[in-house]
């Protein structure tokens, strides 16, 4: 079996060997790209944006519901909900044709009282949550594996979806409340078409994050845990035709999560460094990665000072966005393009009407989406607003990045960044892990 890259399974597997990384070089915003920062006006945050430049992603109601959303030029639509009160779009969607995947709380009370993978998102109060695909205006569920939950990602250009689901086996690697096993699933192209992608050998779990247009995923693999991140993410995984292999980490047990892989096949996420495991407590320590198949797996590293990095998306051209989280918990936005890692927020025009926090996409012709506060006073308020960066004609002078250097990072209240975490990773509290 040969995949489009003329490899068989065999030699991409033993091409997948651990690389040493090389700490990335920081960038001088004064020589690096330049960007004109949006503010959509939504409160909400931009989780994906498509080669049309329509970001996917949540906006906030005015009575605190959070919903699915696509913003398209002048008009942020409500994508609904499956009979709840909440639904959102988490992972980046790419899809150009109209196509949306995400997650919705139902009317329907749970019936195990688990919390499953959607309440580290959107609030399920209860409820179970549901993968939906949204196509030209209609929102529909996407099938199940005989369990209660599920959660859809990402969508190709071909309609073919991925995600994850429930089963209806009860598995003795869960941590209550979850009870279920959950496995990685492929939805269509064809109405009701599903195949489950299965997990690494001795694994219990699989979740799929995402998919290229040449039906290649990515996602985790591990044991059952709270069926969010953690040892769930023992493992990170591509199928190629739907069969599972092994990528290489940067050495942690757990949180090992790729977010995004382009039509090279190249992919980023996160994942834990050596030491996260200590006397069975799991703490997080995460940093962003990058794995191609000419050079392995590479760290991205961090801006100074932080502690935690992620990236969520990348594009054609290999252009990287992700959150980095301060010492402090305070986060920023930054942009690694070859080699190279930039604070975003260092790379906007002077006066930018928000403050980058959290990264989403970027598409293939550099724009990029996400989360940003308001500021007030030159300090971030409560308010969070999808914003939309575009690169700026011409580039920018050094007087101008220097002026954005020279000031304080804004100050973030703990409130925020307690719901900016939440809202990101669930729970990223050190962990006792259950023994065997």
Known sequence: MRTRYGLTLLTLASAL??????????????????YIVYDTGVAG?????NNLGWPSGVLTTASGATRAALYSPGKTIDLGTLGGTNSGVEWPIKNNHGLVVGISETATPEPNGESFSCAAFIPT??????????????????????????????????????????????????????????????????????????????????????????????????????AVG????????????????????????????????????????????PGDLV????????????????????????????????????????????????????????????????DLNALVQPNAPLYLLASGDINDRGEITGQGCVLVDGQCGPVLHTFVAIV????RPAAAAEAVLSGTHPNISADLRERLMQQHFGNLKPERVPQP
């Open 17 to 34: 060997t651990l690389a040493t990384p090389a700490a990335p070089a920081l960038g001088d915003p004064s020589a690096g790209p330049a």
């Open 45 to 49: 945050a931009g989780n994906g944006i």
């Open 125 to 226: 109060n209860g409820h179970t949550c549901l993968p939906f695909l949204w196509d030209n205006g209609a929102l529909s569920p996407l099938p199940l594996l005989g369990g209660n939950n599920g959660f859809a990602t990402g969508v190709n250009n071909a309609g073919v979806a991925v995600g994850w689901a429930e089963t209806a086996v009860h598995d003795p690697t869960c941590v209550s409340p979850q009870v279920l096993q959950f496995l990685a699933v492929q939805w269509g192209p064809a109405s009701r078409e599903r195949h489950v992608l299965p997990p690494y050998a001795g694994d219990s779990t699989s979740a799929a994050t995402a998919i290229n247009d040449a039906g290649e995923a990515v996602g985790i693999s591990g044991a059952c845990d709270v």
């Open 230 to 273: 953690a040892l769930s993410a023992e493992h990170s995984l591509l199928w190629v035709n739907r069969r599972p292999i092994n990528l290489p980490t940067l050495g942690g047990a757990g949180w090992n999560t790729p977010m995004a892989i382009n039509n090279r096949g190249d992919v980023v996420g996160f994942s834990d460094l």
């Open 279 to 342: 006397d069975g407590v799991l703490t997080p320590n995460f940093q962003s990665f990058l794995w191609t198949r000419e050079r392995g797996i590479l760290n991205l590293g961090l801006l100074p000072g932080d502690v935690l990095s992620e990236a969520t998306g990348i594009n054609e051209f290999g252009q990287i966005v992700g959150t980095s989280f301060e010492a402090d918990g305070n986060l920023r936005v930054y942009l690694w393009q070859n080699d190279t890692l930039y």
């Open 392 to 395: 700026a004609p011409g580039g």
